[in-house]
């Protein structure tokens, strides 16, 4: 069996890896679990021994391991990402469901999971790391001055941000200019900024 390429951002989707090597540039790393995962995952190799994620509960954690070890329910999938961090701002901490902040506005909602947006603070909000998990309608736009600079990952859907369309897979950098996100069909979408190598 060939040992998998060293990571800074993997998505999780289906049964989860066992083993998932981390960049060695990383220090901290970010699992995430969506909301509409159907597992539960086991995280080690990470400081602090063995995290639990239920789904919409995210973790950072400094890097004990140049691996991580992962584990869901057989049979179940597991719906993710996980991020390779430089240093953060956070040491080891697990968010569960209950602490992070919905924004709900017309057609569109938003998980705000670090930083500030959409009027709403995280508890992980220090520092320049921001993440959020957005949901939009087909036809809904969203703006926030928040999502300028981030890089986007379109999870599911399609959307247009100015000229460009970016369809479910596809991975970019909104520019300065670029904080408007209008969903063209359904879409559901991750947002970081500041937690790339």
Known sequence: MSTPEPVVRQHLQGQAPPRLPLSAAAEHAVVYLFEDSQSCLNVDGLGGGRAHLSPGEWLCAP???AELQ???IRDLSVHGVVLALGPSPVQRRLFSKCEIPVAIGPGWRVRILAGAACGKSAPC???????FDVF???GAMLADAAFADANIE??????SVGARQLAAGA???LADAETALQATQRAHILLTRGLAL
């Open 63 to 65: 890097r004990a391991h």
């Open 70 to 72: 992962l584990q869901g």
């Open 136 to 138: 939009l309608e087909p």
């Open 171 to 173: 991975v970019s950098i």
């Open 154 to 159: 379109v999870i599911a859907g399609e959307i």
């Open 125 to 131: 909000s220090g520092g320049h790391i921001a993440m």
